[in-house]
């Protein structure tokens, strides 16, 4: 659980870095138009969002409010795996080491 955890904050660190990185060097609708018109681009916005759409399926299945879900969902679709980084982070800590609590939440 210690390395899933140093792992988790790595990538919420990682993701801070880079996002600002994004916002403060590039230009976020000349860089896009340059992914979208690149074939490359879009298979990488496609594997993105799937990526996005299965994580947030568990975020779904796991939390029992719909409302707590669908607003993680909405962070996940705009800020990405920053979201997903910190989702995981913050359940990792209140799971106080138990896995089936982790992956499975009030389902367990």
Do not use: Q
Request: no cysteine; proline share 1%.
């Amino acid at each position: 659980m210690k390395t899933a955890k140093f792992l988790a904050l790595l990538s919420v660190v990682a993701m801070t870095g880079a996002l600002i990185y994004g916002f403060t060097v590039g230009d976020f609708f000349v860089d896009g138009s340059a992914i979208i018109s690149n074939p490359w681009g879009i298979v990488s916005l496609v594997d993105l969002y799937v990526g996005f759409t299965l994580f947030s399926m568990w975020i779904a299945f796991r939390e029992k409010s719909v409302f707590i879900a669908g607003l993680w969902i909405i962070l996940m679709m705009v800020f990405g795996f920053f979201t997903g980084a910190i989702y995981v982070l913050i359940h990792l800590i209140l799971s106080k080491g138990d896995w089936n609590l982790f992956f499975m939440g009030d389902r367990r």
